[in-house]
């Protein structure tokens, strides 16, 4: 069973992931903050997906895509924001992400998006 690191700020997000990915049989392992999120890599790797909130509030933009990156290099990572552009969205590529997605979004695009970062990892 594969293990999805979810980061977001907000609980309700978290949890409506978390149901989704578990019903569709993956272990899930969230956190609120960046601090959490390094913490749970080093604690709980290897994660093969981290979806990863853009603006949390303990860390700029992209700097906790850069540490899971550095931290968990296998790890394939998908960015969610409420606020990207798509100057932001490319930069996150750029910097490592598999894929980005926009808030709100559709729970089985999520579900899509991790399938498709899983596979490629």
């Not at 956190?31 to 999120?37: I, L, N």
């Amino acid at each position: 069973m594969k293990t999805i690191l979810v980061v977001d700020d907000e609980p309700l997000i978290r949890w409506a992931i978390r149901e989704v990915l578990e019903d569709a049989g993956y272990a899930v392992v969230e956190a609120g903050t960046a601090r959490e999120a390094l913490a749970q890599v080093s604690a709980s790797g290897p994660f093969a997906v981290a979806l990863l909130d853009l603006r949390l509030p303990d860390c700029d933009d992209l700097s906790l895509l850069r540490g899971v990156r550095r931290d968990a290099p296998a790890c394939r990572i998908v960015m969610m924001t409420a606020h990207g552009t798509p100057e932001v969205m490319a930069e996150a590529v750029r910097a490592g992400a598999f894929s980005t997605v926009s808030k709100p979004f559709d729970l089985a695009r999520v579900v899509g998006l991790v399938e498709e970062a899983g596979a490629a990892a």
